[in-house]
């Protein structure tokens, strides 16, 4: 790991083809702080991002090694002018392109099987199915809403900093999300609908 002495940024955004680098361009980049520092405090966001993202379950941990070893490779390349968030939302979306196309042809995805015991066991069931329903909902929805809506409603990013991660303007991160919770309410439901139908 690295030693935590990286210096300012240097490079200029444009030279970089980085999507979230090119963000913020009137302003002065910063110091990228130092990648252990990045590890520690947005593991667990780049984590969930690279589920959302379609990284398949048994790869994750992968990818995510994968996303903070580009960072430490050029680290002297990235210019943060905006959040550290966007630029890493910019590198997991590539890297969990990578692994996607990669397991493609023979990618599983399977609920676990087990089924809970013990106490709280109709509280975890109905956990699954909502988690369930959800996420059914979630991939029914185009990748820019979807992303939009886990940004801001999911992460709870604010709104300016979902925009930057998107490359969008405010105007747009605002409508996309409305948009996502409109189809989503009406995907869940169309499912409690059924749910009804089917009940004895």
Not at 174 to 180: D, G, K, L, T
Request: charged share 30%; with cysteine; glycine share 6%.
């Amino acid at each position: 790991m690295h030693d935590g002495s990286i210096p300012p940024v240097l490079a200029p955004p444009a030279a970089l083809g980085d999507p979230a680098s090119r963000a913020h361009d009137g302003q002065q980049a910063a110091a990228l702080p130092a990648v252990a520092e990045l590890f520690r405090d947005h593991y667990e966001f780049v984590w969930r991002l690279t589920g959302r993202l379609g990284v398949p379950a048994a790869v994750v941990d992968d990818a995510v090694q994968d996303v903070f070893v580009v960072l430490h490779q050029r680290r002297h390349e990235f210019a943060v002018r905006g959040s550290v968030r966007a630029l890493l939302y910019g590198i997991t979306r590539r890297v969990a392109r990578r692994y996607r196309e990669r397991a493609a042809r023979h990618v599983e995805l399977v609920d676990d099987p087990r089924e809970p015991a013990g106490p709280g066991l109709d509280e975890e069931l109905a956990r699954r199915q909502a988690a369930a329903v959800l996420r059914d909902a979630l991939a029914g929805i185009d990748e820019d809403k979807r992303m939009a809506f886990v940004l801001a409603d999911i992460e709870g990013l604010p709104m300016p900093e979902v925009a930057e991660c998107l490359e969008i303007n405010l105007n747009t991160a605002y409508s996309r999300v409305r948009v996502a919770r409109q189809l989503l309410q009406r995907a869940i439901a169309r499912h409690h609908a059924r749910a009804h139908r089917r009940t004895p």
